[in-house]
């Protein structure tokens, strides 16, 4: 057996390289991040500096090319992941790439049949999927808990960018107006897709929904202007899965609720395993559900049961909940705002996130924005 670390070089300096790629990789004692690569120079120098990590970069081409790489991680802006990822894995990298591979399915699966063909391992940045919640109730799945599924029903949203002043990232600032371009669906849709086919064991063979833009016109980070931006805000579809199961998934980032907003249920021939957005791992058996039917037991017609980490008994019906680690929710998530007659509640002119707190304005306050602002 080789002691021999894996070598990393990860491309992109930004935030989410910074929070969450680079820390995790020096966590664990197998990896080595050997350089970091960033256009932006000073980034690329400080990050380096701040992680101890030996050869920042400029040049991506030239460090996806090293012969001493095992791994490339992609972890830049999204329209750039497809060429990225394909140049690592042409020049015989593994691969963990951010979310979405690419905008056209096809493309993906095209990347998918390379790292296949080149004997290549590849990841995507699915991090939901490690949230506790969501481990222990594919646990519970694993054990039988659900049995054959039924029905899955996915959630992910929030009100991120509610506030057209909020900069809005990963978009193309150049993309025809006149197309309706994907933006909740992948950033947001993704991991609650991959929950659902995680869980139910089963990809999707037929689709059907729709998707809106809700705010036309948003401030975008790349131009420091606000714009007409023709993203889905919003969408909604029906799914069916190969084998058999049925699902429905909504996501957004304009809908107010708990940030970050992941909400997921399974229902089987056995129970149901369930993740709304609030923290610990929940359920039900099926035997309070009798006896509460019974009159039997004080207290079993009680929604749920906190199942925390208790080993559940076969045939029992489970909720989980999932709380993501690093960004756990705050108590003033869920206080209550009751907006007075003709007011309406609206966050803090500039709040970006759900885990700022809802303030009440009167609804003359808003507006749209002044039109010498629009681009
Ligand atoms: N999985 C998740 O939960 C999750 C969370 C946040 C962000 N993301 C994804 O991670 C990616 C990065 O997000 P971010 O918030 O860090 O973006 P960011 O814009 O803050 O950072 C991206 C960095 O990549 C650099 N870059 C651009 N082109 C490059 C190239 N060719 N080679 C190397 N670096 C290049 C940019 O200069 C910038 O510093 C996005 O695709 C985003 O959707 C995923």
Same mark, same amino acid.
């Given at each position: 057996m080789t002691t021999q670390r894996l070598r990393v070089g990860v491309l992109g300096a930004g935030n989410w390289a910074r929070t969450a790629h680079i820390p995790g990789w020096q966590r664990d004692p197998r990896c080595d991040v050997v350089t970091v690569c960033d256009p932006v120079r000073e980034r690329a120098e400080e990050t380096a500096a701040q992680f101890g990590i030996r050869e920042p970069s400029v040049d991506w081409q030239k460090t996806v090319a090293r012969? *001493?790489? *095992?791994i490339i991680d992609v972890a830049t802006p999204s329209q750039t992941h497809q060429e990225l990822a394909v140049a690592a894995l042409e020049s015989g990298k593994h691969v963990l790439c951010e979310k979405p591979v690419a905008y056209d399915f096809r493309e993906t699966l095209r990347a998918a049949s390379l790292a296949k063909r080149k004997g290549r391992l590849t990841k995507l940045g699915f991090t939901f999927r490690y949230s506790p919640g969501v481990q222990y109730a594919r646990e519970l799945i694993d054990q039988g808990f659900v049995g054959t599924p039924f029905i899955f029903n996915g959630y992910e949203q929030n009100s991120q960018w509610l506030n057209p002043q909020t900069p809005l990232r990963q978009v193309d600032p150049k993309a025809d107006p006149a197309v309706l371009h994907t933006a909740s669906l992948e950033g947001y849709g993704a991991p609650i897709i991959d929950i659902s086919m995680w869980w139910v064991g089963a990809g999707y063979t037929r689709v059907t929904g729709t998707m809106r833009n809700f705010i036309p016109e948003r401030m975008v980070r790349a131009t420091g202007k606000i714009m007409r931006m023709n993203i889905d805000d919003g969408d909604i579809y029906l799914a069916e899965y190969s084998n058999g199961a049925i699902g429905s998934v909504q996501t957004s980032f304009v809908t107010i609720g708990n940030y970050p907003g992941i909400e997921a249920r399974i229902y089987g021939e056995r129970g149901r395993d369930h993740l709304p957005p609030g923290g610990g791992v929940w359920g039900r058996r099926d035997d309070q559900d009798r006896d509460a039917r019974r009159g039997r037991v004080q207290g079993a017609g009680d929604p749920e049961t906190l199942l925390s980490h208790r080993r559940p008994r076969p045939g029992v019906l489970a909720l989980a909940v999932l709380r993501q680690p690093h960004q756990g929710l705050r108590r003033r998530d869920h206080q209550r705002h009751r907006p007075q007659p003709g007011e309406l509640r609206r966050r803090r002119p500039g709040a970006g996130s759900d885990q700022r707190r809802g303030t009440v304005v009167p609804r003359a306050a808003l507006g749209r924005p002044p039109a010498a602002a629009i681009a």
């Open positions: 012969s *001493d790489l *095992d």
